[in-house]
């Protein structure tokens, strides 16, 4: 079928105007402050810089590139709370503290509901983020017209995403993730599916099979055939750099088919003996297959002309866990940063996504240790592309996908360890609850509760343990320490996702769209309006 992507998305972007007024938000790196001088001071400094906006380019297609953040289950107390503790770990109190995100000059409130779905998922919420068009929970690149699990709905359900669109209209192209690259929020870039848990065809159903669906894994290695079997005549040559973790949806069953650092016996899933590495080796010659820091430190982007990067047989392991990786994987700073560097070679410019898919895991452990750890690490990555691109040119924005049951409750006092336990102003001691135990400043409505692991820096080693009820004595627990899992409220084996908003970050050309409360299909409208991505790409498929 030879659609136009325009015809395909019968994308409207009515509404999408620009916007004279800026909100002004606070920001700061000093410590505390005796008086109210400092912060007369930062407003001040704010404003200038905010008002220095009222200049930007706001017609259509001012943006050159796109860098699109997603920061996976980043409700509003996770960023609130990875701030302070970012802060106390330089030296400061922590309130006051920003992240590198927090400085940008737009923000506003995203909504989050999947069409059928009051709390979301990543499926759905990525889908609708990337492709303009909100579906169903559970569902990758199709519509709510998709039934999931059945692979016969999926025809003629498909979804054209930013990314496609940014292939077809000639950018470079690239998304960077902490999990693995068939997990939901990187797959809905560039795959179809009636289920987000069909990663490799060992997961699918044997019906889906018979009916022809494609699994993820699959469809990111034939992602150019399968987008020019979509669109007859394009001029592409598929996405340029894709990392994360994974390996095992993409190797046979077979001890043969093991990476050097596999901690399994048969490393792969795929029941169909098919090694798909070597098939994306085999389509790109030219291109570089990574699995260790060794390789990754090895690519010189200037002469790179694709980068295929599997660094962990699962998801890539936490910030606070990688080193212990023993082949070694790089940070997701490290990998921003290299896929910038890569895709800018190209002088039509670029769209690149980047996740930090772990902060979802770490606080479905409730572990807030390692989610607050990744996302501080995450806003590491946000800098280094601020750093690295031209902000006249470059549209950035920050999001979460959806929050989770994160609490930050209590009285605790100024500068008190966010990790720790309630002290309130004007005592030396733990605050008591009713029960006359004390507790810890952050907590989880639900999941699998308290426990200490010490001086532990993997969070999913909770997954191995019975699940906590009730109430823990904390009188003697270092509820700051790695190891540490915060109580949850109702008991469950892991924590749920989030239905409230969650928020989103600009900069660049383009960004002054984000404002207000909008729904997170919005978000794709904003970066096609920004870089003109469907009129480009529907010139480039119509050129004769």
């Given at each position: 079928?030879?659609?136009?992507?325009?015809?395909?998305?019968?994308?409207?972007?009515?509404?999408?105007?620009?916007?004279?007024?800026?909100?002004?938000?606070?920001?700061?790196?000093?410590?505390?402050?005796?008086?109210?001088?400092?912060?007369?001071?930062?407003?001040?400094?704010?404003?200038?810089?905010?008002?220095?906006?009222?200049?930007?380019?706001?017609?259509?297609?001012?943006?050159?590139?796109?860098?699109?953040?997603?920061?996976?289950?980043?409700?509003?107390?996770?960023?609130?709370?990875?701030?302070?503790?970012?802060?106390?770990?330089?030296?400061?109190?922590?309130?006051?503290?920003?992240?590198?995100?927090?400085?940008?000059?737009?923000?506003?409130?995203?909504?989050?509901?999947?069409?059928?779905?009051?709390?979301?998922?990543?499926?759905?919420?990525?889908?609708?983020?990337?492709?303009?068009?909100?579906?169903?929970?559970?569902?990758?690149?199709?519509?709510?017209?998709?039934?999931?699990?059945?692979?016969?709905s999926v025809a003629g359900n498909g979804l054209v995403t930013a990314l496609e669109l940014a292939e077809i209209?000639?950018?470079?192209?690239?998304?960077?993730?902490?999990?693995?690259?068939?997990?939901?929020?990187?797959?809905?870039?560039?795959?179809?599916?009636?289920?987000?848990?069909?990663?490799?065809?060992?997961?699918?159903?044997?019906?889906?099979?018979?009916?022809?669906?494609?699994?993820?894994?699959?469809?990111?290695?034939?992602?150019?055939?399968?987008?020019?079997?979509?669109?007859?005549?394009?001029?592409?040559?598929?996405?340029?750099?894709?990392?994360?973790?994974?390996?095992?949806?993409?190797?046979?069953?077979?001890?043969?088919?093991?990476?050097?650092?596999?901690?399994?016996?048969?490393?792969?899933?795929?029941?169909?003996?098919?090694?798909?590495?070597?098939?994306?080796?085999?389509?790109?010659?030219?291109?570089?297959?990574?699995?260790?820091?060794?390789?990754?430190?090895?690519?010189?982007?200037?002469?790179?002309?694709?980068?295929?990067?599997?660094?962990?047989?699962?998801?890539?392991?936490?910030?606070?866990?990688?080193?212990?990786?023993?082949?070694?994987?790089?940070?997701?700073?490290?990998?921003?940063?290299?896929?910038?560097?890569?895709?800018?070679?190209?002088?039509?410019?670029?769209?690149?996504?980047?996740?930090?898919?772990?902060?979802?895991?770490?606080?479905?452990?409730?572990?807030?240790?390692?989610?607050?750890?990744?996302?501080?690490?995450?806003?590491?990555?946000?800098?280094?592309?601020?750093?690295?691109?031209?902000?006249?040119?470059?549209?950035?924005?920050?999001?979460?996908?959806?929050?989770?049951?994160?609490?930050?409750?209590?009285?605790?006092?100024?500068?008190?360890?966010?990790?720790?336990?309630?002290i309130e102003v004007g005592s030396d001691s733990e605050a008591l609850a009713h029960d006359g135990l004390p507790?810890?400043?952050?907590?989880?409505?639900?999941?699998?509760?308290?426990?200490?692991?010490?001086?532990?820096?993997?969070?999913?080693k909770v997954y191995y343990t019975k699940v906590f009820n009730g109430r823990a004595d904390l009188t003697d627990?270092?509820?700051?320490?790695?190891?540490?899992?915060?109580?949850?409220?109702?008991?469950?084996?892991?924590?749920?996702?989030?239905?409230?908003?969650?928020?989103?970050?600009?900069?660049?050309?383009?960004?002054?769209?984000?404002?207000?409360?909008?729904?997170?299909?919005?978000?794709?409208?904003?970066?096609?309006?920004?870089?003109?991505?469907?009129?480009?790409?529907?010139?480039?498929?119509?050129?004769?």
């Amino acid at each position: 079928m030879n659609n136009s992507p325009r015809t395909l998305l019968l994308l409207s972007l009515v509404g999408l105007t620009a916007c004279d007024s800026v909100e002004i938000a606070a920001t700061t790196t000093d410590l505390a402050h005796a008086d109210n001088s400092w912060y007369q001071d930062s407003a001040t400094t704010v404003l200038q810089r905010n008002h220095a906006w009222q200049n930007i380019q706001t017609k259509p297609g001012g943006a050159k590139n796109i860098i699109l953040f997603v920061g996976d289950g980043m409700s509003i107390a996770t960023v609130t709370a990875a701030r302070i503790l970012e802060g106390q770990q330089q030296g400061m109190p922590g309130e006051e503290n920003s992240l590198s995100f927090g400085k940008f000059p737009f923000s506003g409130l995203i909504k989050t509901y999947n069409v059928d779905s009051q709390t979301a998922d990543s499926a759905g919420t990525m889908t609708a983020i990337i492709s303009g068009v909100k579906t169903d929970k559970g569902l990758i690149g199709v519509s709510e017209n998709t039934n999931r699990g059945d692979c016969s709905s999926v025809a003629g359900n498909g979804l054209v995403t930013a990314l496609e669109l940014a292939e077809i209209a000639g950018l470079s192209t690239g998304f960077v993730t902490t999990t693995s690259v068939t997990h939901a929020t990187p797959a809905a870039t560039y795959a179809k599916s009636a289920d987000r848990d069909w990663e490799d065809i060992s997961d699918m159903p044997a019906q889906a099979l018979t009916q022809g669906c494609e699994d993820i894994a699959s469809q990111l290695v034939n992602f150019e055939s399968n987008l020019r079997e979509r669109f007859a005549g394009l001029d592409i040559n598929g996405i340029e750099v894709m990392m994360g973790g994974g390996r095992r949806h993409f190797l046979p069953a077979q001890a043969s088919a093991n990476s050097r650092d596999t901690s399994s016996a048969i490393e792969g899933d795929r029941t169909d003996g098919r090694n798909l590495i070597t098939e994306w080796q085999a389509t790109y010659p030219a291109g570089n297959y990574v699995d260790d820091q060794k390789g990754f430190d090895a690519l010189q982007p200037d002469s790179v002309k694709q980068v295929f990067a599997l660094f962990n047989e699962s998801h890539m392991l936490y910030e606070a866990d990688r080193g212990n990786d023993t082949a070694g994987e790089p940070s997701l700073t490290q990998m921003t940063t290299k896929a910038i560097d890569v895709l800018d070679n190209n002088q039509q410019g670029f769209f690149l996504m980047v996740e930090s898919g772990r902060i979802d895991h770490g606080h479905h452990a409730n572990s807030a240790y390692n989610a607050l750890t990744d996302t501080i690490e995450f806003s590491r990555a946000i800098q280094a592309a601020v750093d690295n691109t031209d902000p006249s040119e470059t549209l950035i924005i920050v999001t979460a996908d959806h929050g989770h049951v994160f609490a930050f409750a209590g009285y605790a006092k100024r500068g008190n360890p966010i990790l720790g336990k309630v002290i309130e102003v004007g005592s030396d001691s733990e605050a008591l609850a009713h029960d006359g135990l004390p507790y810890s400043t952050l907590s989880y409505i639900n999941g699998p509760g308290f426990h200490d692991f010490g001086s532990e820096t993997n969070a999913d080693k909770v997954y191995y343990t019975k699940v906590f009820n009730g109430r823990a004595d904390l009188t003697d627990v270092d509820t700051q320490a790695s190891g540490f899992h915060q109580e949850s409220l109702v008991p469950m084996g892991w924590d749920t996702h989030s239905g409230e908003d969650v928020s989103i970050y600009a900069t660049g050309p383009g960004a002054h769209l984000v404002t207000g409360t909008q729904e997170q299909s919005a978000i794709f409208h904003i970066m096609n309006f920004a870089a003109n991505l469907v009129p480009r790409a529907d010139a480039a498929v119509q050129k004769p």
